[in-house]
């Protein structure tokens, strides 16, 4: 097993890693799409709100259901405040980004620097980021902006805004809940959901002018389908895999979702948005795999060029005896 998944009480649960990993490598990298489906005919603030309102019921439902206690007024304050970071800023800014005409390639190449926020916050917060690690980020990060050359590189000023306030909020977020007290994890999202969901509804209600207007007659099937995708799928599936591996990996690992999703991303244009390939996506994974493979064995290969370096200086020392 890779040293970064390596952590007293993880013993066994090797795939479980794995299962958590592929889940938010693979549904994630779909739900670009999905939220252009779904902006088509709901407001985005509106429907980024409802995703998240209705997402942390179920999963507050569900908590209770299985015993958990509701959050003290300490764990409601994280909880309000991840919520907020994550559930409403973080995916307000995504959708509005999409809405106001951010391409494709643009917003695929911000999200890579997420991870290298949260390693950031991680190194400011007493924690090791190993060498090995920020090396993998930067090559994430470059393979990500080689593969933007796919896309669409529009992008307007406003927007260009909100997709880089987008993963800079997720981060701050991400590392809030690695240090807060929170209560149990389906309560802990459910909470977070539900009040970063309300908070979204309540700025569309007094500030989005298509929320204002709304009619449930002018929602299409396709972006109501999408909708229901991102609330199942991207919210209540995946979401809660990423908020166990904050938790459960380092802040690296689980980062490493944005080298991913924009493959997966441009996979899911080329089957049903009809976009056409170059040749820079067999420029691209190769950096990415390496990012990948240096985020999860960084460790092992030192120490494997360190004992290597040793048993070549063992034969001089024992020639000059």
Avoid: H
Avoid at 66 to 84: D, H, V
Avoid at 165 to 174: E, I, N, R, T
Avoid at 238 to 248: F, H, M, S
Wanted: proline share 5%; glycine share 12%.
């Amino acid at each position: 097993m890779p040293a970064i998944l390596k952590s007293p009480g993880l013993e066994g649960q090797t795939m479980r890693l794995a299962g958590a990993l592929l889940i938010v490598y693979l549904v994630w990298g779909t739900t670009y799409f999905a939220i252009s489906v779904a902006v088509q005919s709901l407001p985005p603030l509106l429907m980024n709100g409802a995703r998240f309102v209705l997402a942390g019921v179920v999963m507050l439902a569900y908590a209770r259901w299985q015993g958990q206690a509701w959050p003290t007024a300490t764990q409601w304050r994280g909880s309000a405040l991840i919520g907020s970071l994550m559930a409403f800023v973080a995916m307000a800014l995504v959708v509005l980004a999409q809405r106001l005409g951010i391409g494709s390639g643009l917003m695929a190449t911000v999200v890579t620097t997420m991870p290298m926020w949260l390693a950031l916050w991680t190194r400011w917060g007493g924690e090791p980021v190993p060498l090995t690690s920020w090396i993998g980020l930067v090559l994430g990060a470059t393979g990500a902006l080689v593969l933007a050359l796919e896309g669409d590189f529009s992008a307007t000023l406003l927007g260009t805004l909100c997709a880089f306030g987008a993963p800079l909020a997720w981060s701050l977020g991400s590392y809030a809940s690695r240090k807060m007290a929170l209560p149990a994890p389906a309560m802990a999202s459910g909470a977070q959901w539900l009040l970063g969901g309300l908070l979204g509804l309540g700025v569309a209600a007094l500030w989005e002018p298509g929320a204002q207007q709304f009619q449930w007659s002018q929602v299409t099937a396709a972006s109501g389908a999408a909708w229901l995708y991102l609330v199942v799928m991207g919210t209540l599936v995946t979401l809660n895999a990423y908020l166990w591996l904050l938790k459960n990996s380092s802040a690296a690992l689980a980062g490493s979702y944005s080298f991913v999703n924009p493959v997966v991303a441009l996979c899911v244009g080329v089957l049903l948005g009809g976009e056409q390939l170059t040749g820079w996506v067999f420029v691209a994974m190769p950096l990415i795999l390496a990012a990948l493979a240096l985020i999860l064995y960084g460790r092992e290969a030192l120490a494997w060029v360190g004992a290597l370096r040793g048993a070549f200086k063992a034969p001089r020392s024992s020639a000059k005896a």
